[in-house]
């Protein structure tokens, strides 16, 4: 179990042993819903590759709706 303190919230989740990998994929709009489900699977984890917007992008940002905050992510960049 985890216990997230936000903005005066308190959020007990239980996070899953599950992965997701975002590769190449274009939209930002749809980056950001499927961070938005990863956060409510409890998703432990997601990586980013390619040219998949990052979580800093405007419109991932709007379409998260703030639950990008609470999914942990990592870059991979070609060649590394």
């Known amino acids: 179990m985890i216990t997230i303190f936000h ?3 308190k959020h007990t989740i239980r996070q899953l042993p599950y992965e997701v990998i975002l590769d190449n994929i ?3 709009y749809n980056v950001g ?3 938005r ?3 409510a699977f409890g998703c432990s984890h ?3 590759t390619g040219i998949t917007p ?3 992008h405007e419109k991932v ?3 998260a709706k ?3 905050e609470f999914v942990p992510y990592s870059l991979w960049v070609n060649g590394e």
Request: charged share 40%; aromatic share 0%; proline share 4%.
């Open 26 to 28: 274009r939209s930002a």
């Open 54 to 56: 990052r979580p800093e």
């Open 61 to 63: 940002k709007k379409t």
């Open 33 to 35: 819903a499927i961070l």
């Open 46 to 48: 997601a990586h980013l």
């Open 7 to 9: 903005e005066d919230r």
């Open 37 to 39: 489900n990863c956060d």
């Open 66 to 68: 703030q639950t990008d």
